[in-house]
């Protein structure tokens, strides 16, 4: 098969996609590569990550984390992101030593910010 064992890219479609871009720049303070009318590029370790404007009229936010972002430090991100007034629920124990909290994106959109598997 030729497709490779990898991500190159991930999505996260907005219905307001001007208050998102605001939010997400105000929580995730990365460089942005790329930005247009219709999208936001941030400039990333590993797979990218794209905002992009929804084009359909009924959106559901993400109920649940497809990917995290990852943190060394938990509760200093947590800190940092409550300080934000970032929508949590707090942080939890996941499997193999793994420490996370989910946020929340002004369209409502679960992400995860976690610490990775101890070896």
Known sequence: MNIKNRINTCFIHLKDLKKGKEW???VFPFEVSAEG??????????SGLILLQSHHKDITPL?????FFETSDVEQAFQELTQKGVKT?????FP???R??????P???MLLICTPPKV
Do not use: A, R, T, W
């Not at 629920?89 to 124990?93: E, L």
């Open 100 to 105: 996370g909290c989910h946020i929340y994106d």
């Open 96 to 98: 193999d030593g793994m």
């Open 89 to 93: 629920d707090g942080i939890q124990p």
């Open 63 to 67: 109920p649940y984390s497809v990917f």
């Open 24 to 26: 997400y720049k105000m």
């Open 107 to 109: 369209d409502g959109n």
């Open 37 to 46: 009318d219709d999208f936001l590029e941030f400039k990333m370790e590993g």
